[in-house]
């Protein structure tokens, strides 16, 4: 019963060059949300999508960021232009219908950007 | 708009000592509550949940953690810590009757000696 899956681990991007981040929700679950990390910060909110649809989009940047969750395959974290500021470790969670309401998410291990 | 404070960004315990992180919520009804963990480098388990009814609900590893509406607090506790409990903690706020976002605190890092 594989969790919450992100590609790739580590992604080292010079600046003015895309970053595509992958991530599969768990099996069933149809509920995925982006969150950045910056170092010594906590967690903070991107992007909540459904399938094919963007939920709630408040928490990203209003350029370069873009997400996607299609019918079949990974939601995509897309960021055009990378720029220092931009490293970070980047979350996926994901969630199953019923609990969509309650929160109750189920992060992957990360995508630690680098961007030099 | 929800907030969390965690306002220990760093405690240090001896092994087989008791902890309790504090974590204090700002809204205006009664959120979902959530603690994590992470592990350097790693992404976030989560801990214990708080959604309603008994407000001290047990979670993994021996943690606890306790509801108080009136202090609008949600403290993280473990009656005894071991060595494998240094990481990061997390507490966040999840808006009630909305699929929605997580809101997190900026995290206490626990150091356990031996």
């Known amino acids: 019963n594989a969790g919450v899956m992100q590609n790739p681990r580590h992604l080292v991007r010079r600046r003015g060059q895309e970053a595509r981040l992958r991530c599969s929700p768990m099996?069933?679950?149809?509920?995925v949300y982006w969150y950045r990390q910056l170092p010594e910060e906590g967690l903070k909110f991107m992007v909540y999508?459904?399938?094919?649809?963007?939920?709630?989009e408040s928490g990203m940047p209003k350029e370069r960021f873009s997400a996607e969750f299609p019918k079949e395959g990974p939601s995509i974290l897309r960021i055009q232009q990378v720029v220092r500021g931009d490293s970070a470790a980047y979350f996926c969670?994901?969630?199953?219908?019923?609990?969509?309401?309650?929160?109750?998410?189920?992060f992957g291990p990360g995508t630690r950007l680098t961007v030099t | 708009a929800q907030s969390v404070t965690q306002p220990d960004i760093h405690i240090t315990v001896s092994e087989g000592a008791s902890l309790e992180l504090r974590c204090n919520y700002s809204?205006?009804?009664?959120?979902?509550l959530f603690w994590y963990v992470q592990s350097p480098g790693q992404g976030l388990q989560l801990l214990l949940k708080?959604?309603?009814?008994?407000?001290l609900v047990q979670g993994i590893k021996g943690f606890e953690a306790e509801f108080k509406r009136s202090q609008s607090s949600f403290n993280l506790r473990k009656p005894s810590v071991h060595w494998s409990d240094a990481a990061e903690y997390f507490c966040?706020?999840?808006?009630?009757?909305?699929?929605?976002?997580?809101?997190f605190g900026t995290g206490t890092r626990l150091q356990v000696t031996l």
């Open positions: 969670a994901s969630s199953p219908p019923e609990q969509g309401g309650r929160g109750e998410q189920y």
């Open positions: 099996k069933g679950h149809s509920h």
């Open positions: 999508l459904q399938k094919e649809n963007i939920i709630d």
């Open positions: 809204y205006g009804a009664t959120p979902y």
């Open positions: 708080y959604f309603s009814g008994d407000t």
């Open positions: 966040a706020v999840a808006v009630t009757g909305t699929a929605s976002k997580l809101t």
